[in-house]
């Protein structure tokens, strides 16, 4: 029992990643319909600039500096590589943002070097006992923080006049435009918003050990998490980020039960589980169903 408990609590902590860079590719997704390749280079880039923002200004400002600037990155993406696209099929949209990615991540990686970079989180790989049970701070603080995210963020969607002009826009641009509202600012928000999001989702990934080139892969596991919530959900990216944690946590620790499996199950059962989706439910477990009518 207590070995599922703590498989539970790391999975938690792991989704609460899987969420919150889940978010960002749904708020893109909801306001262009096109999905965002870029989140990737987008989140090492928050991380690298918290790795050298802590030694000057301390971890708790860093984090939301590297936030900032890093919405300001994709801010600016989306002005110079995305904006003169409007109009163009999504899937062309969609190739500029895989280059993107490239081209973000060779410039990041550069920052990284060959020394090691740690975020400075204050919790490193500690323990917190509750009576038999173990789990690692950064797991819990990962939780607290995507709450408090996703508390914040659709508290901003809903009662906020900027929040809901983002609403209208994602259920009809055209008639969001004949309200006065301005798409394209939107359009702009929405990758500034995703930009942070990565950010703050890399850091907590990267908690506890060492920033290297290949920490963007992390980010691959939120295409699974949005095909499960649904591509234009966000509770959806939150409930799919979760429970993909908690299942990748779970077949890691149960993996020798299942050794005809092999070591490294866990590595695909994010994939495996998306392939299942697609095959019963192919907009997602909270996306919604496009009817065409013929």
Request: no cysteine.
């Amino acid at each position: 029992m207590t070995q599922l408990v703590e498989a539970l609590l790391r999975g938690l902590g792991t989704g609460s990643v899987y969420a919150l860079l889940a978010l960002g590719f749904v708020i893109i997704y909801k306001a262009t319909r096109v999905i965002s390749f870029a989140q990737p280079a987008f989140m090492l880039a928050g991380v690298v600039a918290v790795t050298y923002l802590t030694p000057a200004v301390g971890f708790w400002a860093a984090l939301p500096l590297a936030a900032v600037g890093t919405g300001l990155l994709a801010l600016g993406v989306e002005r110079t590589a995305v904006r003169p696209m409007v109009g163009r099929p999504a899937f062309v949209v969609a190739i500029i943002t895989l280059g993107v990615d490239v081209a973000v991540r060779v410039v990041v990686n550069a920052f990284i070097g060959l020394d090691v970079r740690h975020v400075g989180d204050p919790w490193g790989l500690r323990t917190l006992v509750v009576g038999p049970v173990e789990v690692q701070q950064r797991h819990l603080a990962a939780v607290v923080a995507a709450g408090l995210l996703v508390a914040a963020l659709f508290a901003f969607f809903r009662f906020t006049r900027t929040g809901l002009a983002m609403r209208a826009a994602a259920l009809d641009q055209e008639a969001a435009l004949a309200h006065g509202v301005s798409v394209g600012a939107v359009f702009a928000l929405s990758w500034a918003l995703a930009g942070g999001l990565a950010a703050v989702a890399g850091t907590f990934a990267a908690a506890g050990g060492s920033v290297d080139g290949a920490l963007w892969l992390i980010a691959l596991t939120a295409l699974p998490v949005i095909i499960l919530g649904g591509l234009d959900s966000l509770p959806g990216a939150v409930v799919g980020g979760l429970a993909v944690g908690v299942l990748q946590e779970l077949t890691a620790t149960y993996a020798n039960d299942v050794a005809w499996l092999g070591g490294n199950v866990s590595v695909i059962t994010p994939y495996v589980l998306m392939l299942i989706v697609l095959l019963v439910r192919p907009y997602g477990l909270f996306g919604t169903r496009e009817v065409e009518r013929v």
